[in-house]
């Protein structure tokens, strides 16, 4: 199959009482280097979708960020980007494991074990990450804050029809809440406004008021 470059057509039956699919038949070569294989040959089973799962999907306008900001954001990537682009996964044991392995020695060398001691390598180090990027992080937060769109949510309409894209700007955001008019918005409009920002969406209408109101106050 591989050589004559084709695939098959097959109908798959993947586990018991389940409904057998239409799925693709794809090849594998062995991929061998000295000392061993890497790849064994075999087969891929791809799943084919039916006519009515395929549709079009509606094409969007996103907002675009300036250049300028994105040599802004360029600037503190490429300070903490991983050295000559290698990630060593060894470096970083899983912390259960190792917190786990570490009470074991402490137990077999009869030795006090102190949580407080143990140093997880998988959480960033904000410190370092600071002192590396932060004046370019300030910089390119400034900038995000006076790009044009950057501060209106887009919202999506429910139901069949297709109604005109509403937005929330944060400036009117902003003065009904100091008014004390914030419960004029719907709820779909509080939970954008919680989704763009990193909230929670969860709960009542007077949760969502009450979380936006708190994010308002320290921003």
């Excluded at 594998?28 to 000295?34: D, S």
């Excluded at 912390?95 to 140093?119: G, I, K, T, V, W």
Aim: net charge neutral.
């Amino acid at each position: 199959m591989i050589k004559k470059k084709r695939i098959g057509l097959v109908l798959a039956l993947t586990r018991r009482n389940a409904s057998p699919m239409f799925c693709a038949l794809s090849p594998q070569a062995e991929n061998a280097e000295e000392g061993g294989w890497n790849e064994p040959p075999g087969f891929h089973l791809i799943p084919l979708p039916f006519a009515d799962d395929i549709r079009a999907a509606p094409i969007e306008t996103g907002y675009r960020a300036s250049d300028t900001l994105k040599d802004a954001a360029l600037k503190w990537i490429g300070k903490l980007s991983v050295k000559n682009g290698s990630y060593p996964p060894d470096s970083y044991p899983n912390p259960a494991l190792a917190y786990h392995n570490a009470q074991l020695e402490a137990s077999a060398f009869r030795e006090e074990f102190d949580p407080d001691e143990f140093e997880d390598l998988t959480l960033p180090k904000y410190a370092m990450m600071t002192k590396r990027a932060g004046p370019l992080f300030k910089e390119w937060k400034q900038m995000l804050a006076k790009e044009e769109g950057a501060n209106v949510v887009e919202l999506p309409s429910d139901g069949k029809k297709r109604k005109a894209e509403e937005t929330v700007d944060e400036k009117n955001l902003r003065q009904l809440y100091k008014t004390g008019e914030l419960h004029k918005l719907r709820v779909d409009q509080l939970k954008a406004f919680c989704k763009s920002n990193a909230m929670p969406v969860s709960g009542k209408k007077a949760d969502l008021i009450d979380r936006v109101g708190e994010f308002l106050d320290t921003h």
